[in-house]
């Protein structure tokens, strides 16, 4: 017999608010992407003065910051609840005092950006300085986010007091390891904005330290992605198989992947920083050694989804190697939306690998290449799986249906997303081995020699982009017709169950005590001794500059 298992309605309201705000900073934000490749093709000027870096930073905080932080903690608040159940009082006023928290601190920087006061990109580095109002926007998102989390773990202790000596469901230990990732990591950047970009930026001391700041930045940085992705591999894992009808392939399995990335992404992020003068190289070695580490749960990953669609497949009669391929439901955007996100992660993990191999680095950082990676991972893998999570969350939050014209739509909305980005993303690729520099727009290199040779790149890159604008407005309207006008009823949130098969999930794998303490050390032995080598050998700080 179907039943239907509603999540609560408050809790809906607090899951719907955090993705408005997200869907709200895709469209201005894809506004602003559109905006710059027409500016690299060399045949458009940004009119009323506005600059190219203004733009591209407006582009990078509301896409790679606001819509992905606000969607993944609206879609964990929304797991939580649908698989621990309803949330306490506390934890739900923990959940709305973190959102506001984060809305007001989103509005002071993006002000700053806009008045053209913070023009920093979105990994604001020094010795790029900022108005102060913006660091203190980005304080408050962290602090934000944090209550959010709290409200979740929260919850999750008393789900676990009240069933003791059982393993928490699959989703809610999923989003809870995402969330003390995210805890861990901020860390560093609560740490760099805190101790020194504030208070550079309110004139309180003269100079900052580039190196500390740019490591603490990256000690982030690498766990940030791997805090987009996550939620990702929650419907990859969890929420897929449900979708065509499947089983999860091991429980256990989807646990242990899921700590080794809170244990190898973040004391990796010296692989950002692998020409850096400063960082002695056995330390840049054993950073690269955790990075390879980091790649086995995601090679676990694609071999559960592999598990998972074959089992199926051979469920519906599949034979062959590949036979399965032809029983999943192609028609359905639940599945199809997601699926070719996965594909896109077979290319995007591969540029990964060579991004992280120290030799190869040397040809493609800081190269156009850099920015062809994360539009595959970012902003195809991880956001085609967010929309796709989208198309069935929403109607669920709302009390509406995903409607046949719009399953449709929406899987229109993908392929037109693959296309662009294929031709957008393989441009960036190409011209980046070419040594097309990253983050710089057509006037600052117009000149150069080699420049011409990139132009039939830049134009691809238009065309790209410009596709992909026409992505963006199918999956707003899309968005706007599931929250606000399709059909009242009953969408499934829907939840995959474990194969019969597969072997009982063992309760040390919840031992937090263990995992912590290997995290603990994991980061102490990466990170300290080139930190106190960093302070004991500081250069003269640098004074900074701004960039309008
Ligand atoms: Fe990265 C730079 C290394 C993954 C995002 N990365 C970036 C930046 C961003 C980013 C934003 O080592 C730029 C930062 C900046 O502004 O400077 N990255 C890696 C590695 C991985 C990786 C080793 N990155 C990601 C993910 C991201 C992301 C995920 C966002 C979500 N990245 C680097 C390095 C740099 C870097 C260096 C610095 C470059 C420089 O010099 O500046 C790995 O995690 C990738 C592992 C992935 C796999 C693929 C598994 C495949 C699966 C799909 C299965 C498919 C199925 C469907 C089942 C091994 C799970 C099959 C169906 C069929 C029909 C076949």
Redesign the pocket.
Known sequence: MKTFVRIDKRDATLAMAHIYVGFAALALGGLAGLLQVLVRSGRFTLPAGIGYYQVLTVHGVLL?LVLTTFFILGFQHAAISRTSGTYSGKSRLMGWLGFWVMLIGTIMAAVMILLNEATVLY?FYAPLQAHWIFYLGLTFVVVGSWLGGAGMIMKYVSWRKEHPGQPSPLLTFMAIINTVLWIVATIGVAGTVLFQLLPWSLGLVDRVDVLVSRTLFWYF?HPL??F??LPAYMAWYVIIPKVIGGKIFSDSLARLSFILFLLFSIPVGF??Q?VEPGIDAYWKFLQVIL?FM??IP??M??FS??ATFEMYGRSKGATGLFGW?KKLPWGDARFTVP?IG??A??PA?AG??I??SNQM?QV???TIW?TG??HL??AT??VLTFFGIAYWLVPHLTGRVLTKAMNKLAIVQAIVWAVGMSIMSGAMHAVGLLGAPRRSSYSTYGDAPQALDWIPYQIAQAVGGTILFIGIILVLYIFINLAFFSPKGEEEFPVGEQAETAERTPMALENWKIWLTILAALILVAYSAPFIDMIQNAPPASKGYRMW
């Open positions: 790679g990994t940085g992605v791997y987009w992705l692989h950002h692998l990075t980091v790649v995601s090679l990953t694609a989804l592999f391929f699926f996965m594909v992660f077979i993990g990964g690998l991004n992280a680095n493609v950082h800081n850099v990676h994360f991972t970012l893998s991880v």
